[in-house]
């Protein structure tokens, strides 16, 4: 099992990972850290050029990505691309990769992994707000972006199966009690299943976790234990007896 030197985390990249790949070099990140990316990251949309401009681009920050399954974009599960994907064992859980990008690992929904001796839970998709935008625009949209009902079932059974003892959360939207009204268009009807179930793992586990982290909404906002990430690079803190350092 491996040991990162540090776990940084950021939001959305949409496959424009020139920006990233500035900051990390700046920050001299090496073989032996890791970056988590809360969705949308962008690998996987055209399964053509775009994708692989993106990797080629990204492959040259010399860390491992670990990515979840954002809404503008497929997951390394769906139709058209999974014959890429390797499932394989990561830190006591299973996540994908393509043999050719070894280091660009992506997490499976609702999967728990042991990363640094500290316990994550991995919960990805979110609703797209932009839906109609999209569609009169021509860009793609993809029908697996969230959840479906025995996806959700099954995330809450592998919670209840943990013991409710989780530490940290990385979803690419937040639960329920924290939707930002600010960023929702005038006039949209959001789609909130997903806030729903994360809202749902939190009333399950309390304030057993020591914190949440998101991307999606495109802001740098924390309240309590839950915080939204977008262009900012965080090294996740260290776990203490009082929870965050």
Known sequence: MPIYSHIYLTGDTHGDF?????TLTDMRVTADDLVIILGDAGLNIDNGEHDLAARRL??????????????HERRPTSPGIRWRYRPFIWCSGIAYMEPEYPRFI?????EHYRINNREFLVIGGAHSIDRRIRAARGLPWFRDEQLNRREQKAVLQSVRDHQLQEDIILAHTCPYRFRPFTKVPP????????????????DMIEDRYTAFWCGHWHLE?????????????????????????
């Open 18 to 22: 020139r920006e990233l790949c500035r």
């Open 106 to 110: 992506f997490a499976k929904d609702g």
């Open 58 to 71: 990204l492959n040259t920050v010399p860390c491992t990505f670990f990515c979840i399954h954002g809404n």
């Open 187 to 202: 006039g949209c009807e959001p789609d909130w299943s997903m806030e729903v179930l994360l809202q749902k793992v939190l």
């Open 221 to 245: 906002q924390t309240s309590g234990k839950v915080h939204f990430l977008f262009h900012s690079v965080i090294e996740l803190p260290p776990k203490t007896a009082s929870g965050l350092a």
